[in-house]
């Protein structure tokens, strides 16, 4: 099995920032792409910022200059540093991972429960 966890979500004021984490755990033999997704209420989940088992990372136009994704592969994690966060931020994010388990020979992409950031005054 290979669990994420996600962490470091909460509430903030506007231009404030927040990091999420997000540890990857299990029967794990290597990692491809890690990614963040994000769902606010009423919407459908949207791709926030990916990054390659090489360190490319692309972005969301909504959040390119804001958020920063980045990766520590000797610990499986995975963080999205925000800044500047704005009220339409609001949502619980979600990190995948592309995993390849010691027992599979082809990469499977596993979810995390979700972490809520609010931003509000």
């Known amino acids: 099995q290979v669990q994420l966890v996600e962490s470091g979500g909460g509430l903030v004021q506007p231009g404030g920032s927040l990091r999420l984490s997000c540890a990857a755990s299990?029967?794990?033999?290597?990692?491809?792409?890690m990614g963040w997704y994000r769902q606010a209420p009423g919407k459908q989940r949207e791709w926030v910022a990916g990054?390659?088992?090489?360190?490319?990372?692309t972005y969301a136009d909504s959040v390119q200059g804001r958020f920063t994704i980045s990766r520590d592969n000797a610990k499986n994690t995975t963080y999205l540093q925000m800044n500047a966060l704005k009220p339409e931020d609001t949502a619980v994010y979600y990190c995948?991972?592309?995993?390849?388990?010691?027992?599979?020979?082809?990469?499977?992409?596993?979810w995390g429960q979700g972490t809520q950031v609010t931003v509000s005054s």
């Open positions: 995948n991972a592309w995993v390849k388990r010691y027992s599979s020979s082809f990469l499977v992409q596993y």
């Open positions: 990054i390659t088992s090489g360190g490319t990372t």
């Open positions: 299990g029967s794990i033999f290597s990692i491809g792409s």
